[in-house]
């Protein structure tokens, strides 16, 4: 049973979603695809087909667009559409958006958290809901001739599937792509995205993207103007926010959030989905968190020995099902070799990640 939808903000804390264990493997392969009801609203189908240029500089004189027919016959295409020419004023240039990045401790974010804001995910409801996605096959690794005659077999990948699915909530998982590199997030909000803090470079304005077409077509994307952290670098608080120029989460979906309780140590209810770098994206269904690790102001490790994360899946939601809603519980955030004989994966997560979600939605 779900806790009352209110957040309480700077008020009393108690635990946000449901205490009940997530659902299980084996109960989700049983409950197969809820088919999706109707067609995407024309605003809708409007907003996912529009396409932006940024122009910036100084000066009120508007920049001067002009449109022509391509045509086949003319030579100028191969095939019959549009060409859409902007030819820019003095003094200004087309950029995408700068990014304004922000850190706070965690009490300037709890004030500003309205009672009404949920948890709870979106799923539009022209869209397919698959408590499993469809993968794409898996070629079966060769084994390898070892110089004594023997053989061994490939380990790369052996647990993750290549995802191949855009039904919720698939299709809201993305790539975040800076000037430093890649990481992996998913939507939260509207337009909203929750990733890992390191992947955010916090002292630089040059521009970030979130996008989904590297799933399957048809995908979306979006520029981000802001991001919003806590002022620490401690793992445990691992995670940002992300503000997009355009709402995404209408047209796609998003998650939502849920605490987590110890009480599920050892449960293999678990699944990350993220981007390795050049890669993806790769799902894996039926993980456990062997321990977690909590401090006062929100923060909490989570490990996990049986993750198979790799670089550019820093930020990558780990949810679980709650009956039909998907929740994140935190973002994967790193490796540790600290266990002997194997490695654990750390992800971020904690109360003050869902405070941190918390008052996204309520602000922006």
């Not at 690794?141 to 855009?166: Q, Y």
């Not at 509207?190 to 077509?217: G, K, L, M, Q, Y």
């Not at 490790?301 to 930020?315: I, L, N, R, Y």
Request: with cysteine; aromatic share 8%.
């Amino acid at each position: 049973m779900n806790d009352e939808q209110g957040y309480p903000g700077a008020g009393a804390r108690r635990f946000i979603g449901e205490r009940a264990p997530p659902l299980l493997p084996d109960e989700l392969a049983r409950r197969g695809r809820a088919p999706g009801r109707g067609a995407m609203p024309d605003a809708v189908t409007a907003l996912r087909r529009q396409q932006s240029l940024f122009v910036v500089g100084e000066g009120d004189q508007e920049p001067r667009v002009a449109i022509s027919r391509l045509r086949p016959d003319d030579g100028q295409f191969p095939a019959e559409g549009w060409r859409i020419d902007v030819t820019l004023r003095a003094g200004q240039s087309a950029s995408k958006p700068r990014v304004r990045a922000i850190r706070h401790g965690r009490e300037a974010y709890l004030t500003a958290i309205q009672s009404d804001t949920g948890y709870l995910g979106y799923r539009p409801e022209w869209l397919d809901l698959a408590y499993q996605p469809r993968v794409a096959p898996r070629a079966r690794k060769a084994l390898m001739s070892r110089i004594n005659g023997g053989t061994s077999r490939p380990l790369a990948f052996e647990n993750r599937h290549l995802l191949h699915d855009t039904s919720y909530p698939w299709g809201c998982i993305g790539r975040v792509s800076t000037h430093d590199g890649e990481g992996s997030g998913v939507l939260v909000g509207r337009n909203i995205v929750v990733t890992a803090a390191h992947v955010v470079p916090w002292n630089d304005d040059r521009p970030i993207s979130f996008d989904t077409r590297h799933a399957s077509e048809p995908g979306v994307g979006a520029n981000v103007v802001e991001a919003r952290g806590y002022d620490t670098v401690l793992t445990g608080y691992d995670w940002a926010i992300l503000k997009l120029d355009k709402p995404l989460g209408d047209m796609v979906g998003f998650m939502g959030f849920n605490h987590y309780t110890s009480d599920w140590e050892g449960t293999p209810c678990w699944t990350i989905v993220g981007y390795p770098v050049g890669l993806g994206p790769f799902w894996q269904q039926g993980l456990s968190i062997d321990d977690d690790d909590e401090d006062d102001n929100g923060g909490q490790e989570f490990e996990s020995q049986d993750a198979d994360t790799m670089d550019g899946d820093s930020g990558a939601p780990m949810f679980a099902w709650w009956n039909h809603d998907p929740r994140i519980i935190g973002v994967v955030s790193g490796v540790s070799s600290e266990t002997i004989g194997g490695t654990n994966h750390i992800i971020a997560g904690g109360p003050g990640l869902s405070d941190l979600i918390a008052w996204g939605r309520a602000n922006w």
